[in-house]
């Protein structure tokens, strides 16, 4: 497993964490070239190496063509980034973060997410800051996102909408559940748009904890400040855990009986969405003989807090049981397979360098199976044969 840690000494942008991404790895023509696919004309990016405070660092800027004549609403940056020839790992990406973004502007501006009209956020740079940084994490291989707390700035910036405090109160909607560290810095640390990437895409972590460090990477901030660099590490790496036999998670847990089913499915997709490793649901009889749901969500101890709020706001439960516990867990790996129709990832969990299951990834073969016609289980089969051939494997 591959993870990125976000290291935000100095806050995070959108274009902190292009920049970051690029300085471990990322090759500036790829990325333009899979942006391309957004079907965006009117915006060039350049990428130049700078230091602050004697560190080496990649500045990235987007350049338009001309200022952009207006913002615009979800409804329109979802139809861009679905209708692009991106991977659908980068659209669910992408649209998760634009969402989530979209629900905190809702909730400041006391309306629904679909009337949302983004301005700062809406115009092309935002769409190539969030869509881009997305691509370089599946460039970069990566699997898992963590992040240190979130530093919050001080005093007041001037947006669409006129003077407005600092932290700007849409980043203060985002990073609910997340740890902020409030700090004596005249200016803005964190963006909206590096506030609803980094609040959507990572897990919070204090420091890196046990971890196998294998390159990093600054992104250089437009600001200087006088007390620090403005820069963004992120440092790409393997947990030592990897191949520990057992693992602890949390486990949170309640009875509704007073839900209508209309309710679950939201719920779980936003518990999903917040890092649960796994939510169902359970049939069972409570008092006054009535039929009810027991809600089981396991997730990572330091998720535990966020997703019992996400339970108390999309429920109508009062109450969780929550206990910790142990599990074993087999070490991963992700290999792609070519088919007839397109590349397949395969799933392979091992024990002691023995593979114990193989298995290819169902949303791949469920997006060839529906652009060819091939039936689901033949895209399946195809894609195991193809892994035993060239695996050796009988």
Known sequence: MTIAYFDCFSGISGDMTLGALSACGVQSDALISELGKLKLSGWSMQT?????NGIGAVSVSVELAEPPKHGRHL???EEIISQSELSDRVKTQSLQVFRRLADAEANVHQTTPDKIHF???GAIDAIVDIVGSCIALEMLGVDEVRSSALPMGRGFIECAHGVIPLPAPAVLELVKGFPVVYQDVEGELV???GAA??????QPKVGYGE??????GYGAGKREFPDRPNLLRVTIGDPVQENQPTDKIAILETNIDDLSPQFYGPLMERLFEAGALDVYLTSIQMKKNRPGILLNVICPPDLEESCARIIFEESSAIGIRRSLSDRFCLKRDIRNVSTPWGDVRIKIAYQGGESLNVMPEFEDVKRIAKDTGIPLKIVHETALRRYRESSNVE
């Open 48 to 52: 130049k190496p700078v230091q602050k």
């Open 191 to 193: 963006t909206p748009t």
């Open 119 to 121: 301005h700062e956020v």
């Open 197 to 202: 990437l980094i609040t959507t895409l990572a």
């Open 75 to 77: 409804p329109e940056i």
């Open 211 to 216: 971890f196998h460090p294998r390159k990093t």
